[in-house]
């Protein structure tokens, strides 16, 4: 059910009072002008969430980058979490996840062909650098991943996440659950995505969820659900391997470092019922003791056996020293998409391309094309007409 993963710790509510206080504070001075959101004639996308950890960030932007980059020139600006650098850094051949964190490089990695991909905490500053700088100045429209919150700057359009298993509207603050904000935070968005959702919702069930969160009539909603993609492997050249090929006959270890593994482990149970989890903190940096832990720990499991990890861990891993090459031989990351539920994909599609559409410089300039070439148009048929 939804919100199911909520866990509140009652004792720390009185902090969570006090926090409160002053995150709606600065809030309040943006509200009030007395900090500065600054807009940008470009089209800026900003995905993010009010919550601690993981609600399907990553999938949501790869789903907009899908869906744009065919029809203009995509930038993601990341602030790049958990990196080993600062400031501003244009993703280029021989990046790695150290350099820019692992969700930016899983992401440039798959489209860096055919989008560009920075990092930057100040995205006022990076969204200037993508528009201004030679390399970078094709740029059509910037996703902005994880930006939720940074209110610096403001976006055309404002996309928040909210997991269906850790609903804002009953979780608390932090320290006490996991809100960065309080819940009415979410009247900042034009675009509300419950994410995570099972594939089995009745329609009694996305009523009920529509009723809690309570949206304004001008904010849209919409329902995902998540699609697995066929195992890739990590360090070797084997073939990808369907999930649906993994049965009860597989001995599956399941490595990840992301926020929430419950789900993954829940969907991976309906492969195969032996699963052996090793969980690490939401964008571990895996160490030298960690490769032993997963070579001991594979090493003791019987054969037919094989590691699932996901794209953003793999992002990290494949720079790992000390994994076995049995390991590496072994080891598949299982990519994530999402799909919208309702049959609502065409409808967001459709929201998303005629944002971009209006407000892209492509799009300006198309016109002034077009007006020019009815000018001239107009303009022969005149002298036409006098002859």
Not at 363 to 375: P, Q
Request: proline share 4%.
């Amino acid at each position: 059910m939804e919100g199911d993963y909520i866990k509140i710790h009652k004792s720390l509510l009185p902090l969570s009072f006090l926090y409160g206080i002053g995150v709606s504070f600065r809030n309040l001075l943006f509200d009030m002008g007395i900090l500065k959101s600054r807009s940008f004639t470009m089209p800026v996308i900003s995905v993010g969430n009010i919550t601690v950890g993981g609600s399907g960030k990553t999938p949501h932007v790869e789903y907009l980058i899908r869906l744009l980059q065919d029809k203009v020139k995509v930038a993601v600006l990341s602030r790049g979490y958990k990196r080993r650098t600062k400031g501003y850094i244009l993703a280029e051949k021989d990046v790695n996840a150290r350099q820019i964190g692992d969700e930016p490089y899983q992401m440039y990695m798959k489209y860096g062909k055919n989008i560009h991909v920075a990092v930057n905490a100040d995205r006022c500053e990076g969204i200037t650098r993508l528009r201004n700088e030679e390399k970078t100045k094709d740029t059509d429209v910037i996703l902005l991943d994880d930006a939720y919150q940074h209110r610096y700057v403001k976006p055309g359009v404002n996309i928040l996440l909210v997991d269906y298993h850790r609903l804002i509207v009953y979780d608390k603050l932090l320290p006490a659950g996991c809100l960065r904000e309080p819940k009415e935070g979410k009247r900042r968005a034009d675009v509300v995505i419950v994410t995570k959702c099972p594939k089995n919702l009745r329609p009694m069930d996305f009523r009920v969820i529509t009723k809690a969160m309570d949206l304004y009539p001008y904010q849209k909603l919409f329902f995902t659900t998540l699609r697995y993609g066929n195992l890739r492997p990590v360090f070797s050249k084997a073939s990808m391997i369907p999930l649906e090929k993994i049965s009860d006959e597989h001995n599956l270890l399941v490595v990840t470092g992301i926020a929430s593994p419950q789900h993954l482990l829940a969907d991976l149970q309906n492969c195969s019922k032996n699963i052996t989890p090793l969980s690490f903190a939401d964008h571990h940096s895996f160490t030298a003791k960690d490769a032993a832990k997963i070579n001991n720990i594979f090493d003791s499991m019987p054969q037919k056996r094989m590691i699932i990890t996901t794209e953003k861990d793999a992002a990290r891993l494949i720079d790992l020293d000390g994994l076995s090459e049995d390991v590496k031989d072994n080891i598949y990351a299982l990519p994530i998409e999402i799909e919208f539920m309702l049959e609502q994909q065409e409808q967001f599609d459709e929201y998303i391309l005629s944002y971009v559409h209006k407000n892209s410089k492509n799009s300006i300039l198309s016109k002034m094309k077009n007006k020019e070439e009815e000018k001239r148009q107009h303009q022969r048929t005149n002298k036409d007409k006098k002859k």
